[in-house]
Nanobody, 123 residues
Framework: QVQLVESGGGLVQAGGSLRLSCAASGRTFSSYTMGWFRQAPGKERELVAFIDWSGANIYYTDSVKGRFTISRDNAKNTVYLQMNSLKPEDTAVYYC????????????????WGQGTQVTVSS
């Protein structure tokens, strides 16, 4: 069982930056692939990025490549999402999630979810 708590969301102007954090409970955090998803009003939840247990394998959706960076600190049971050059279209609730599958682009592969943190980017 893993419990996830996101933090770091807020209101920022276009071009600005935010760093999201996701703190996990449980002693097996280091064995999970961790993903960041987002859901904008009226839209489906989408994968933003994920990182495998070692940090060696990372995936980004095309719309955030070069702007967002996912990382993890297994000693702190925390995964991060550094978001730079933010755009109004990045506005969404951001969720972190944990999966036991090594390479997980599908929502159904993620077993544990946080409550979400709101990111709003003004133009």
């Amino acid at each position: 069982q893993v419990q996830l708590v996101e933090s770091g969301g807020g209101l920022v102007q276009a071009g600005g930056s935010l760093r999201l954090s996701c703190a996990a409970s449980g002693r097996t955090f280091s064995s999970y692939t961790m993903g960041w998803f987002r859901q904008a009003p009226g839209k489906e939840r989408e994968l933003v990025a994920f990182i495998d247990w070692s940090g060696a394998n990372i995936y980004y959706t095309d719309s955030v490549k070069g702007r967002f960076t996912i990382s993890r600190d297994n000693a702190k049971n925390t995964v991060y999402l550094q978001m730079n050059s933010l755009k109004p279209e990045d506005t969404a609730v951001y969720y972190c999630a944990a999966s036991t599958t090594a390479w997980s682009t599908k929502i159904r592969s993620y077993d544990y979810w946080g409550q979400g943190t709101q990111v709003t980017v003004s133009s």
